[in-house]
């Protein structure tokens, strides 16, 4: 793997040159707002700011960006500068065929887990640009969390995209290139490009032992009843799915007059069954979410950030799905090249599993 | 048809079978008068990849005890391939279920247009282990 190590500052330097030296048209990258940190779309290479080294690096999330990029037909170049998490989903969205894998250059930052925007913001003092894991217990005796999607993921390394930045000790960065439009990248802006070794297998043993155990731990939810009773605050406002970088039909099941009845439609439903909960299809909602993106969910928890009542659904979306992706031995994200596997088959498979 | 005796619990089961193969079974098990129990109400598929699992997620929510899903064995649909789709779907969708513990209730078999026999024991077993399984747990909620 070819890459170069430069320093932190020089981070503001590298994102210049790439819109400088056209290798993009545009780029979609964290910036401080504020005490906050939040995206933005920058095409001139002017605005890029001094402090954008350490904001890729804050420990906060927003959104999920590649849910900003989900759907554009443009044929300029895109820069998308995000978390593992958000670049997996990325590569989703181009196996689904909702971009084109020609006109992205997806850049993955080493992510140390992250906390809610908001607590970020309050907190940002305390919690510095940097984690680490002294200092996670530290915080979490003063009440500031890290979000649980984050908790339980195993894979917050930058391994994914065309290129990773990879933090070292110190202030010091790599930035290699995976694919060879990284590489390309790379090239273009002079970098003095040498073999890199940024595999960290060690490290990302240690990170996944850590998440399998605070999801183990985290309350389960294991038969029906019990799953209502998880989502009994539900309201079905649906922002669990707006926010979702991988839920992407143009027009949702449950926005339709099947899935979203009202009126007369209602008053049917009630009369077959005598009664009805509404707002309605409340457990077939998140049934039937679960389902559509079982192979896809990169378990990001926008989700749970995104829902109004508070619901914490990193416990049933990631870890349900995660359940589907085992039978596959499907990692979603992993490998643009992978088929989605429910657009594939083997000719003798999962007989075990039908009955 | 289907009601419940006095004391006794009969489970309604929603088949949905593929028109190619295991709907055509359930004629020839009619045809040669074989006897299974009444408790499947049979919804035909042009293909048992024309099942779209909300159907499953649906029937159990609304109350039905069971789902049954009928194609084609591997290697022999009519659309080529259908059966082998549906085969990753229904995996996945009982690979959920099985998290709530709801997917001893929807069960999948391969049966040819030439497997009555097949066909009616498959409706016997399922109809003998949903009685044993009691009552679906969704039926009468308010959901």
């Known amino acids: 793997m070819k890459g170069a190590e430069i320093g932190i500052e020089d981070l503001e330097g590298f994102f210049r040159g790439l819109l400088e030296k056209e290798v993009v048209d545009c780029l979609v990258m964290p910036h401080a707002a504020g005490k906050n940190i939040a995206y933005m779309l920058v095409t001139d290479p002017k605005r890029i700011e001094s402090s954008s080294g350490k904001a890729i690096f804050a420990p906060s999330f927003s959104v999920n960006a590649a849910g900003i990029v989900k759907g554009w037909t443009v044929a300029n170049k895109v820069g998308l500068v995000a978390k593992p998490c958000e670049i997996r989903a990325a590569i989703e969205l181009v196996k689904l065929n909702q971009m084109d894998k020609d006109s992205l250059l997806l850049i993955s930052v080493d992510c140390s887990g992250t906390f809610e925007n908001q607590v970020y913001a309050d907190h940002s003092d305390e919690i510095g640009e940097r984690l680490e894991s002294g200092k996670i217990e530290e915080l979490k005796g003063k009440g500031i969390e890290l979000r649980e999607a984050c908790k339980i993921c195993d894979s917050r390394l930058a391994d994914v995209g065309d290129i990773a930045v990879v933090r070292l000790n110190g202030d010091k960065v790599v930035v290699a290139g995976l694919t060879n439009m990284g590489e390309a990248a790379l090239t273009a802006l002079e970098l003095p490009l040498e073999d890199k070794e940024i595999e960290r297998k060690e490290e990302k043993a240690r990170i996944a032992e850590e998440a399998k155990k605070n999801e183990e731990a985290l309350p389960k939810i294991s038969s029906i009843e019990e799953l209502e009773a998880f989502l009994q605050d539900c309201i079905v406002c649906k922002n669990c799915r707006d926010v979702c970088p991988v839920c992407y039909c143009k027009e949702c099941f449950f926005d339709q007059p099947l899935g979203n009845p009202a009126s007369g439609d209602l008053l049917n439903l009630a009369e077959l069954r005598g009664a009805i909960g509404v707002p309605a299809n409340q457990l077939f909602y998140h049934l039937t979410r679960v389902y559509h993106v079982s192979t896809t969910c990169v378990g990001c928890g926008a989700c749970a950030d995104a829902c109004p009542k508070e619901i914490p659904l990193t416990r049933y979306y990631p870890v349900i799905a995660r359940k589907v992706q085992d039978i596959f031995e499907y990692e979603p994200g992993k490998d643009v090249e992978e088929p989605l596997p429910f657009v594939v088959y083997e000719e003798e498979e999962l007989e075990d599993k039908l009955r | ?143």
Not at chain 2, 61 to 75: E, K, S, T, Y
Not at chain 2, 115 to 130: H, I, N, P, Q, S
């Open chain 2, 1 to 143: 048809m289907g009601e419940e005796k006095k004391g006794e619990f009969e489970p309604k089961i929603i088949g949905f079978t593929c028109n190619w193969c295991t709907y055509a079974s359930a004629d020839l098990a009619g045809t040669s008068r074989k006897k299974y129990p009444p408790n499947a109400r049979i919804i035909r598929l042009m293909c048992s990849g024309r099942l779209d699992p909300m159907f499953v997620l649906k029937a159990l929510l609304n109350g039905a005890d069971g789902v049954f899903i009928g194609g084609c064995h591997p290697g022999e649909c009519h659309y080529i391939k259908g059966n082998y789709y549906a085969r990753r779907r229904i995996a996945a969708i009982r690979t959920i279920l099985k998290q709530f513990g709801l997917d001893n209730r929807v069960r999948s078999e391969w049966i040819s247009a030439s497997e009555g026999d097949k066909f009616a024991r498959v409706m016997t077993e399922m109809a003998e282990d949903l009685k044993k399984l009691g009552p679906n747990p969704m039926r009468g909620k308010i959901l």
